[in-house]
Structure formats: C-alpha cells, structure tokens
C-alpha cells in the first residue's frame, strides 16, 4: 500500500532556531499535502494544505511565515518552524493524498508523526 | 471550531466487552473516516462510510452514519487490550472550499482495555 515517510521521528531543538520536517510519498505522487498539528491527548487541527506547486493553503490563525511549508515535488513536502519557541512543542503530522488517493482507495495516507521539543 | 465532537472523551472497559464511540460533525461530507492513533504513533486507517451509505462492517468493527443527525457510531466488538488506543473521526466537508479533500477531526475517544 502507499507509505508516507515522515522524518525525524523526534526532534529536540533550542529556542530561536528553525526545523524542517519532511514528508515524501514513497510509491505514489503526492498531489496534496496535509500537515496537522496534535497536543497531548487532543485532535490533530488541520494546520496548512498544500498542492505540488503551488502556495500552501493555511487555516485560520495559522502564521504562514512561521510555518512555512513548501511542495516543490509530487513526492516531497516540507515544513520548517521558523525561530521555534515552547510554544511551538507539539507532535506534527502530515497527509498525503494523491491523484488516484492514497492508501487503499480511501486517499489519504498519514506519516508517522514528529514529536518537536523547543528548549 | 473545525473540530467535531466525539464521545465519550474516554472510556474503560474490560477485554471482550463491546466498546461504542460516537462522533458528531458540523457540514455536509463527502463520507467520514475512522482512525486509531496509538499512544505518541501516526493514524492508522480503519474504515470508511460514504454519504449515502448507513451500515458498514470490517471484521470486529461496525460503523454507522446518520446524515440527518450529522452523526456516526464506531462499534469495535469483544474488544482485546491491544484495541488500547485513541479513536478519531473525520469527515471530508462537502463544500466548494475543500476542493482538495481536507480532512477535519473529531475531538476523540481514547479507549482502555482492561486485560
């Protein structure tokens, strides 16, 4: 079935500094990106939608130039955290969905998360 | 809020009881998803109802969709200790906005099962 690698599983970053975490779609193409944001034992909030080539879409009350995500290929999307604070802690799930969908016909297949820790 | 509501928030029981999550959303959809996420992991898909279906059966689970209440039902049947997890809906809103097919999440019911 259709796998999405997400990576670093877990990062651990200073306060100040930016990370990217990077979702590639490993047999299928990507044509949409979703990148969720989950704390602690509530629901993953829709973040930011993106399409290959084209400008990331974000929900409201999302900073765009804090977040910024980039979907320069149909297999490949970013998200970096710009100048993360504590604030910025929480777990970051992408989805990808594809011209055909993803996993199974259902059409969205997740990564595996990245835990971020700002210190 | 783009969330939806789940209930119950948590819910404990023994192994082999029947365990029930419900789900409400807010807008018309093009079908609604149930997830399991394990503690701190990715979501793992579990299936899938549409819009004009009502009843839809895998295995142990059981879903059903009221589009007229705007709700959902997730039976898992004689659940085992490794159906421990947190459970999430979503629903695909049917609106000239999600063109691209955004999913929305319910709030979730994270499940005990007690050995």
């Known amino acids: 079935g259709a796998v999405v690698s997400q990576h670093p599983s877990r990062v651990i970053c200073k306060s100040g500094t930016s990370v990217k975490i990077e979702c590639r779609s490993l047999?299928?193409?990507?044509?949409?990106m979703f990148w969720y944001r989950q704390f602690p034992k509530k629901s993953l909030m829709l973040m930011a939608t993106?399409?290959?080539?084209?400008?990331?879409?974000?929900e409201q009350g999302v900073e765009k130039d804090k977040f910024l995500i980039n979907h320069a290929s149909l297999t490949l999307s970013t998200l970096t955290v710009t100048s993360a604070h504590p604030e910025d802690s929480s777990f970051y799930i992408c989805?990808?969905?594809?011209?055909?969908?993803?996993?199974?016909?259902?059409?969205?297949?997740f990564g595996s998360g990245t835990r971020l820790t700002v210190v | 809020s783009q969330q939806g509501e789940e209930d119950p928030q948590a819910l404990s029981i023994q192994e082999g009881e029947n365990a029930t999550m419900n789900c409400s959303y807010k807008?018309?959809?093009?079908?609604l998803q149930w997830y399991r996420q394990n503690s701190g992991r990715g979501l793992v898909h579990l299936i899938l109802?549409?819009?004009?279906?009502r009843e839809k059966h895998s295995g142990r689970l059981r879903v059903t969709l009221d589009t007229s209440k705007k709700s959902s039902s997730l039976l898992i049947t004689a659940s085992r200790a490794a159906d421990t997890a947190s459970y999430f809906c979503?629903?695909?809103?049917?609106?000239?906005?999600?063109?691209?097919?955004?999913?929305?999440f319910g709030q979730g019911t994270e499940l005990s099962v007690k050995p």
């Open positions: 989805s990808a969905r594809g011209a055909t969908g993803g996993s199974e016909g259902y059409g969205y297949t």
């Open positions: 047999d299928f193409q990507a044509t949409t």
């Open positions: 993106s399409n290959e080539g084209s400008k990331a879409t974000y």
């Open positions: 807008t018309s959809i093009n079908n």
């Open positions: 109802i549409r819009s004009n279906e």
């Open positions: 979503a629903t695909a809103p049917r609106t000239i906005y999600n063109q691209g097919g955004k999913l929305i």
